[in-house]
Structure formats: structure tokens, C-alpha cells
């Protein structure tokens, strides 16, 4: 059975430097990606994929995965992938 995933915050709190993990956006907010956390291997890889520094991305939905728009495309991660993308809100951003 799938496990219910907790409400994400509109605009998550952070920590002191204002940032929190991909996983806690609601969906149909975008945010700003600010720092990609794992081993080399892992990290080049999302980049590859689009999930780099300073990236705009907009969770598109919450479910089992998490699907995200990414340079234009939509990608879907798993939430234990989305909790290593620290984001920021970006600036002007009203939360859905």
C-alpha cells in the first residue's frame, strides 16, 4: 500500500539560509534550486537532467513521485530524490 505523504508546506519555513528540500513544495509553485546534495555520480546526473543550481523548476504534482517541469520538459523523481534538492522560493512567487 502507498504510504499518505504529509501536506507540504505553500512556503516552507527552511532552515537559517532559507532553504528546504524540493519535497516539502506544493504542487503548482516554482521555486529555485540552490544546492544538489549525494555522491558525485548522483549529483552529475541530476544535473544532466536539468536539476542544477540556480534552475527554475514548477512541481507540477505530488503523488508516488514528484513531478516537476524542468528546462521544459516534465520529469518525475522519487521523493527520496526530491528531499537531496534544497531549493529557495523565488522572490514575487505567490504559492498555489
Not at 542544477?52 to 520538459?73: F, W
Request: with cysteine.
Amino acid at each position: 500500500m502507498n504510504e499518505p505523504i504529509s501536506e507540504p508546506r505553500a512556503i516552507p519555513a527552511g532552515d537559517s539560509t532559507g532553504l528546504y528540500p524540493l519535497s516539502q513544495v506544493r504542487a503548482g509553485t516554482s521555486v529555485r534550486i540552490k544546492h544538489v546534495s549525494g555522491s558525485p555520480e548522483f549529483t552529475s546526473r541530476l544535473r544532466e537532467l536539468g536539476f542544477c543550481e540556480d534552475q527554475k523548476v514548477r512541481l507540477i504534482s505530488r503523488h508516488t513521485n514528484i513531478i516537476c517541469q524542468v528546462c521544459h520538459a516534465r520529469l518525475g523523481i522519487s521523493t527520496q530524490l526530491a528531499d537531496k534538492i534544497m531549493v529557495e522560493t523565488i522572490p514575487g512567487q505567490k504559492a498555489a
